[in-house]
């Protein structure tokens, strides 16, 4: 079973900046991806990097502002956020995929709370 495990989440003020973690524990990965769930919102997407050619792609509301990175290594991606905004605030989940496309696996999130 592939477990991919979030960190980094907290309580930042606006403009402030958070960086997340998220460890997968497996080396078969052709991307990974994050999204975010706001209170009584559907999930959106984030951002995601394809693990072998390394390219990114980014919602237009993070751009500019968020940057991933990722360590193969480790099998880490890191989310850094920047310049944030209470709208920012949201449960954001990593999410793993293996295959040609789409996502497979999801973490279990972590709170990102953007203070006003």
């Known amino acids: 079973q592939v477990q991919l495990v979030e960190s980094g989440g907290g309580l930042v003020q606006a403009g402030g900046s958070l960086r997340l973690s998220c460890v997968a524990s497996?080396?078969?990965?052709?991307?990974i991806g994050w999204f975010r769930q706001a209170p009584g919102k559907e999930r959106e997407f984030v951002a995601a990097?394809?693990?072998?050619?390394?390219?990114?792609a980014y919602a237009d509301s993070v751009k500019g502002r968020f940057t991933l990175s990722r360590d193969n290594a480790k099998n880490t991606v890191y989310l850094q956020m920047s310049s944030l905004k209470p709208e920012d605030t949201a449960v954001y989940y990593c999410?793993?995929?293996?295959?040609?496309?789409?996502?497979?696996?999801w973490g279990q999130g972590t709170q990102v709370t953007v203070s006003s």
């Open positions: 990097v394809s693990w072998s050619g390394g390219s990114t």
């Open positions: 999410a793993l995929g293996g295959g040609t496309k789409g996502f497979d696996y």
């Open positions: 497996t080396r078969t990965i052709s991307r």
